[in-house]
């Protein structure tokens, strides 16, 4: 590994630079942050000044050229990470570096503390119950380090990049889909470091032509540690949408969750309770696996909205795993319907600026 390293070291030494009227080269003047090889796979990181971005731009494509054709290494990406993306700076008010995207009117995190409690489920979920409401919709796949909605909208095909150079995002069920999992291979480790996650983040939100949408929904990876709070901090979110299940252990972590948008100054536009109840399709009982009404009550105790409930059901876990939403299997199952009046508080919450004139129009 150390030798494929020292090689692209030596390759990216190659590209010469004239740094204040003196000669040099992008290994010497320290432009390379971060370099990892693993799996035959290697990721660079360049250290980027935000207010000379088009050069670095062309510098990172010098890199990716040199890097071509090394034997012994199946592919590579490099990635531009800015110094004032960096996620330690916690302290800093978000509000001034945020960049909204003028073509999206709202963009929306689906977030928990914790894993596993359903937030890629009812991102994607969401996301079209939205979009039979009538407006543009966009999913953004946030979770860098194990990205699930390719596998749950049962896509894998790589997206095209525009003659602008934009990448395009996936369209299935008429809604504009990126992930990193579209774009890196399942097998990959995903052993990037905060600036580079950030960087990965920044670029699936900027250089992918989203076209006109009226939400973007993002699916965030689980935790509150560093990367999500910076993402919280930097992508222009107009509100969050907290994930939980009834259970105590579960809420701890929801709360932290909540605590981390409010740190940030995004609006918390709600909770919902997934895993609320489970009626045995047999005899019908209804069972409280996880507990009753636990994130009703924190909602209440917290002074945030309730959005509603999504009962335990094994159709929505078997359709996620067909790849093949709920939402658009059964759209017509009591669970789908929960998923559509949960949509419309959220809608309703935000500043959705109407719709747009054109709800149908997808830019590929
Ligand atoms: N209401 C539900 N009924 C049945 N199964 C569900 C429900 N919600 C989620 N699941 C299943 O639970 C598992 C975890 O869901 P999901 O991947 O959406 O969680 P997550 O919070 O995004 O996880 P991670 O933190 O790993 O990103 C999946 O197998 C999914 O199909
Ligand atoms: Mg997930």
Request: charged share 25%.
């Amino acid at each position: 590994m150390s030798q494929i390293r020292d090689l692209i070291i030596d390759r990216i030494k190659s590209i010469i630079i004239t740094v204040d009227g003196c000669k040099s080269n992008v290994i010497d003047e320290k432009l390379v942050d971060d370099i990892v090889v693993a799996n035959r796979k290697a990721f660079i990181s360049i250290r980027a000044d935000k207010s000379n971005i088009e050069k670095y731009k062309q510098l990172k494509i010098k890199v990716e050229k040199v890097l071509e054709n090394i034997d012994d290494l199946d592919s590579f990406s490099v990635t531009l990470t800015s110094h004032e993306d960096n996620p330690l700076s916690k302290n800093q008010s978000n509000k001034s570096t945020k960049k909204g995207i003028d073509s999206i009117s709202n963009i929306i995190a689906v977030a928990s503390g914790k894993g596993g409690v359903g937030k890629s489920t009812t991102s994607i979920n969401l996301a079209l119950a939205i979009k039979n409401l009538g407006y543009n919709v966009g999913i953004l796949d946030a979770d860098i380090y194990g990205p699930s909605i390719p596998k749950l909208v049962g896509e894998n095909k790589k997206p095209k990049v525009s003659d602008q150079g934009k990448i395009l995002p996936i369209i299935k069920y008429n809604i504009s889909i990126m992930s990193i999992g579209f774009l890196i291979s399942e097998d990959t480790p995903m052993i990037w470091r905060g600036p580079m996650v950030i960087s990965a983040i920044n670029q699936m939100l900027n250089d992918v032509d989203w076209g006109v949408l009226d939400f973007l929904i993002v699916d965030m990876p689980p935790g509150t540690g560093d990367v999500q709070l910076t993402m919280a901090q930097k992508v222009p979110m107009s509100g969050a949408v907290i994930i939980s299940t009834p259970q105590d252990l579960a809420l701890i972590d929801a709360k932290k969750g909540l605590e981390m948008f409010k740190k940030v100054n995004v609006p918390i536009i709600g909770i919902i309770e997934n895993m609320s109840t489970f009626i045995c399709p047999h005899c019908k009982e209804e069972t409280y696996i996880f507990g009753k009404e636990g994130a009703e009550f924190e909602a209440k105790r917290q002074n945030v909205d309730f959005l509603g409930g999504i009962p335990l059901e094994v159709a929505i876990r078997e359709t996620s795993d067909a790849g093949e939403p709920i939402l658009s299997c059964y759209p017509e199952a009591s669970v789908s319907k929960s998923f559509l009046s949960i949509a419309q508080k959220v809608v309703n919450k935000s500043d959705a600026k109407g719709k747009s004139n054109n709800p149908n129009l997808i830019i590929q």
